[in-house]
């Protein structure tokens, strides 16, 4: 049984970096944003990421994050997988109206998952969705990215 469930979870890729984009969706800042991923595996199911995201203006509030998460990766078919993250970030947020501007920046907790589709050994697609816990400012993250892995 435990073999099995190693099988199950390991997905042959340790030491792996890869990079992506990806295009989001803030509840709390209510708009779109852009970023830029870059990943590393550290086991062959433990792969660490670190981020960047840039959610556009809306209402004079514009916001980015810097994140650093943990995913581990279930094998649930061929090239298709599952993970719950969780993690850490950094977050600015920058209200500017009339002349005027303040800027409130927070630590963020963030605790979510997602599914990755790998269409090729090098090339994948992944949905994902993270709650980030941050004071007077938590949001729910809804995702959509593509990346390659080298």
Known sequence: MCVALISICASAQKGT???GVNLSYGTEIENIGIGVKGQYFLTDALRAEASFDYFLKKDHVSMWDVN?????????ADNAYVYPLAGIGYTSW??????YSATDNKIAINLGGGFQYDFTDTMFFNVEGKYQIIDEFDQFV????????F
């Open 94 to 99: 920058k209200a500017s109206a009339y002349g």
């Open 68 to 76: 650093l998460n943990l995913h581990y990766l279930f094998d649930v």
């Open 142 to 149: 809804i995702g959509v990215g593509v990346g390659f892995k």
């Open 17 to 19: 970096p890869a990079l």
